[in-house]
């Protein structure tokens, strides 16, 4: 008799594996076969949950933000919370976000080829990037337009990411932190206190 299992659960079996195929292996290493291998299905399986390997990715990338969301909020829910110690959760600095982040870059150079996935990213970045402003208008750091102070602290995180990646042993947790501060404390300083 077959095993029944949770529609909700296999789902999320489903994308587990994705999520580690692709944060260790890149894009290449994301395939049906290999994903219905690990959760023990058939690619028809597969298929009934995810109409195609870009909604698959979509999914992988929806939960990847759906867990840098929660633990930002974590951290605003905090008394002493800071814009520094906010944006520091879109750094790779454990394990969980450098996946988080491989897997971001990895959907980042799809969306470049693919409109269908270029059209996700586009609202996601805009979502964050609304966040921040209203993070940093809600705590009074910036006088005026703050979207110049978002696109500027955006832009410095990808690349601290990217650099972080690509080069770990140079790009410490502790130079990641360090260069985060030095930007802060030039294009919003109120944010260090």
């Known amino acids: 008799m077959p095993r029944l299992v949770d529609s909700a659960v296999r789902r999320a079996e489903i994308i587990s594996a994705a999520t580690e195929l692709i944060a260790t292996g890149g894009p290449e290493a994301l395939s049906m076969r290999?994903?219905?291998?690990?959760?023990?299905?058939?690619?028809?399986?597969?298929?009934?949950?995810?109409?195609?390997?870009?909604?698959?990715?979509?999914?992988?990338?929806?939960?990847a933000s759906t867990a840098a969301v929660a633990r930002c909020a974590a951290v605003l829910a905090e008394p002493d919370a800071t814009l520094e110690k906010v944006v520091s959760e879109f750094l790779p600095l454990d394990s969980n976000r450098t996946s988080e982040l491989r897997v971001w870059l990895v959907f980042w150079a799809l969306s470049i080829a693919h409109p269908h996935l270029r059209k996700g990213y586009s609202k996601r970045v805009r979502d964050i990037r609304r966040q921040l402003s209203e993070e940093i208008d809600k705590r009074g750091l910036v006088e005026g337009d703050v979207t110049p102070v978002v696109d500027a602290l955006m832009s410095a995180l990808d690349g601290i990411a990217v650099n972080a990646l690509a080069d770990p042993s140079y790009w410490t947790r502790r130079r990641q932190r360090q260069t985060l501060r030095w930007l802060l404390e030039r294009i919003v300083p109120q944010a260090i206190v």
């Open 34 to 63: 290999k994903i219905a291998e690990r959760v023990g299905c058939t690619i028809g399986l597969l298929n009934y949950w995810f109409k195609s390997k870009n909604d698959l990715i979509e999914a992988v990338l929806d939960e």
